[in-house]
């Protein structure tokens, strides 16, 4: 599916979403199937009209009191609780028991679809409605959304992708066996990528295409004096731009790929361009770019040797909190409110799915906020996911202020320690950090984010990590404590999700240690 914008008379053009949607019928197609472990039979949508849901904070979010089947009473139905990363969204659909008969969506390849293998977008949902999504400002929001100035040419293909039908060999099957079929098939269809019949001279075949190898590792001094093999790391090409730009970036083709355990890559099918080759290893904080434009020619294999990032480090660690991964999931996800749940998600690793987590925060400091004390409190269980609004008896909303307690037992009054702040996620939020006094002039993020990842069940949105010089002076020997402070509250979703925080010492102590 090409789209193209080469008109000079064109007038400057938003693009913020492009999709294709299959409608099955929804007397037939019952049970849906995002993942292993995400899949169930779904309501129908009249349980979404007015006489038999009731709509809560979000138009998305419909609480089922009167539903065709009495099975769905009480449950939330919601599309962004099925949201998935594009690194895991490869296959998804539905099955119809009388007949039994699968419909499932394939994409062979993330070539064509912005922001990266961690976007996350829609799959499949109530309707019964499966979704091939190229481009969407899901859990991003604006900096997501394609921008066409007056005049500017811009053409790319979406797709193609796969849709395969099955059914049932022998009556003695159970219908899951069309899902692991499903399964089956999409690794065939990533094995076929790119796919030969398309004409179009805008699909390039596999010959046209060009390939790159190399071997990514870590260099940190605090943690070895030698080169960490990048197990893990996610290494990709994308067009040029800033650190960390592939999140956001719209406008062209990316190719991604895991390193192995000891950290070689190599990436397959890369169309002819000029790209930057990005990574980040979970592990570490910040984003690898590679400074020199890569140009893939047609036929090229470019083997790139070693790839060595040096993440952002000034000190030694005097304490952390959290995993730097990108995502807030290891922190302490609460419970939903009973009248507010969704069965699938009881008792599941994706337990941060669940509608309503935000009003929980209050629930559980309904007066004084989280004090975080570093050596005796346990991340996964004394700090809560995001830092949200309180609403108040008046019904507006106040922002929260969070403490993290910590002691030193020297300090140097000279030397300047820093504070790494790793963000998952911001939702028209602005970050306050004050050291040792709730009354100083704070720093400030500014008001920063669209991700909406709150209201919308996710763990993550853009990655976004800070860097705050802390001078020495404004430490003391013993008890010490970090002032969080997010002060946008205007509303129940503002806020943020941390990923990680860390201190470091001045660089000179590591010999002192």
């Known amino acids: 599916m090409p789209f193209m914008s080469t008109f000079k008379e064109w007038p ?6 492009t999709r294709i949607v299959f409608k099955l019928r929804k007397d037939k197609f019952h049970y849906m199937a995002v993942a292993d472990n995400r899949q169930r039979p779904m309501p129908l949508p009249e349980d979404r009209l007015p006489e038999r849901g009731k709509p809560l904070a979000t138009p998305e979010a419909v609480l089922l009191v009167n539903p065709v089947e009495v099975e769905f009473k009480g449950e939330v139905d919601d599309k962004y609780q099925y949201s998935c990363e594009n690194k895991d969204l490869q296959v998804h659909g539905w099955i119809c028991c009388e007949p039994t008969v699968g419909f499932w969506q394939i994409t062979p390849s993330n070539e064509f679809r912005s922001g990266g293998p961690l976007k996350q977008n829609l799959s499949s949902h109530v309707g019964p409605i499966n979704l091939a999504m190229f481009l969407s400002a899901h859990y991003s929001g604006e900096d997501m959304v394609l921008k066409l100035k007056p005049g500017e040419p811009w053409k790319k293909v979406f797709g193609p992708v796969f849709i395969y039908l099955n059914t049932l060999s022998d009556d003695d099957d159970e219908p899951q066996c069309l899902w692991e079929d499903a399964k089956e098939q999409m690794l065939n269809e990533v094995q076929s990528w790119p796919y030969s019949f398309p004409a179009s001279e805008d699909f390039p075949s596999s010959e046209q295409r060009g390939y790159v190898n190399g071997r990514f590792q870590v260099q940190d001094r605090f943690i070895s004096d030698y080169c960490i093999p990048g197990n893990g790391a996610y290494v990709g090409l994308a067009p040029p731009g800033e650190v960390g730009s592939w999140q956001s970036e719209c406008k062209g083709y990316q190719f991604w790929t895991k390193a192995d355990p000891e950290g070689y890559f190599s990436i397959n099918n890369i169309r002819t361009g000029d ?27 470019l083997d790139l040797g070693d790839v060595i990032y040096k993440p952002p480090r000034d000190g030694p660690t005097l304490w952390e909190i959290g995993i730097p991964n990108r995502s807030a999931a290891e922190f302490y996800i609460p419970d939903p409110d009973p009248k507010y749940i969704n069965k699938l998600y009881v008792d599941h690793p994706d337990r941060f799915r669940q509608y309503g987590l935000w009003e929980r925060y209050a629930d559980l400091y309904p007066d004084e906020d989280l004090v975080y004390t570093v050596g005796t409190s346990d991340y996964a269980k004394d700090w809560f996911f995001a830092q949200v609004t309180r609403k108040k008896d008046d019904n507006s909303y106040q922002g ?24 998952a996620t911001a939702n028209v939020a602005e970050l306050q950090v004050r050291i040792n006094s709730p009354e100083t002039n704070p720093w400030s993020t500014g008001v920063i984010g669209h991700d909406n990842t709150i209201a919308r069940h996710g763990i993550h949105g853009l990655y976004r990590l800070y860097s705050i010089e802390v001078p020495g002076s404004e430490l003391v020997e013993e008890d010490n404590t970090i002032f969080l402070t997010q002060t946008m509250a205007t509303g129940p979703l503002q806020g943020i999700m941390y990923d990680y925080i860390r201190l470091e010492g001045p660089p000179c102590s590591d010999s002192e240690n």
């Open 400 to 423: 929260t202020t969070w403490q993290i307690k910590f002691k030193l037992d020297s300090v140097q009054n000279s030397g300047s320690y820093k504070l790494r702040l790793a963000l």
């Open 12 to 17: 400057a053009f938003n693009l913020p979403q």
């Open 275 to 301: 790209y930057n080759l990005y990574a980040w290893i979970p592990g570490f904080i910040g984003d690898y770019r590679n400074d020199e434009v890569i140009t893939i020619t047609p036929g090229c294999d």
